[in-house]
């Protein structure tokens, strides 16, 4: 039972670089999520899933698409990525107590 | 002004001190509160969690919510090196599939 787990582990990219972050989670959870953490500014929200088949967008969806590709995947794109995309990713997922999240280890990603 | 604030601290104490950490809000529609603690280069773990207002104790930990003063703290009784960690106050309107607002998170470091 792996929990949530995230790849990349580190990323370096270039200004106007593309990636994808891919999140899984083995708890047949309902409800996923992606967040950003930056020094000072706490947990951001960037996207979310409630259920398969559904997204929606967090306080900083900017610059950031997202799929749920089935009910274990939900992956974070970046189309264009920017320095101020420099941060720390971790992606969640809830149940029924949608309260109580579960973190995967998180994607370091630093955009030169 | 914020959804929810937290002081980032950091704040230092020997071990065996009482701690007290807070957040204020500003949302009403807030039911559920959360504490999550977050080990260094580790994602956030759920803590404990309090639905409307009360305390709710768990071993050395007491979380009270306040919603007229809109207002919660989480306190650590006699204070070990293995809580140092950064500890984030979390928000919620709804249970399941809902968004969570989180504060800041407030960084401790307890001495032996």
């Known amino acids: 039972n792996a929990g949530v787990t995230q790849t990349p582990k580190f990323q370096v990219l270039k200004t106007g670089q593309s990636m994808t972050l891919q999140c899984a989670q083995d708890?047949?959870?309902?409800?996923m999520y992606w967040y950003r953490q930056d020094p000072g500014m706490g947990l951001r929200l960037i996207y979310y899933s409630a259920s398969e088949g559904t997204t929606d967008k967090g306080e900083v969806p900017n610059g950031y698409n997202v799929s749920r590709l089935n009910k274990r995947e939900f992956s974070l794109r970046l189309e264009s990525a920017a320095p101020s995309q420099t941060s720390v990713y971790f992606c969640?997922?809830?149940?029924?107590?949608?309260?109580?999240?579960?973190f995967g280890p998180g994607t370091r990603l630093t955009v030169t | 002004q914020k959804e929810v604030e937290q002081d980032p601290g950091p704040l230092s104490v020997p071990e065996g001190a009482i701690v007290s950490l807070n957040c204020t809000y500003s949302n009403s529609a807030f039911q559920y509160f959360m504490w999550y603690r977050q080990y260094s280069r580790k994602g956030p773990e759920l803590l404990m969690y309090t639905y409307s207002s009360g305390n709710k104790e768990d071993g050395r930990f007491t979380a009270q919510v306040d919603k007229s003063s809109k207002y919660i703290s989480l306190f650590i009784r006699d204070s070990q090196p293995s809580d140092s960690a950064t500890y984030l106050c979390a928000m919620s309107a709804g249970q399941a599939g809902t968004a969570l607002i989180f504060g800041k998170g407030t960084t401790l470091s307890v001495s032996s």
């Open positions: 708890m047949n959870h309902n409800s």
């Open positions: 969640a997922s809830s149940g029924i107590r949608g309260f109580e999240q579960y």
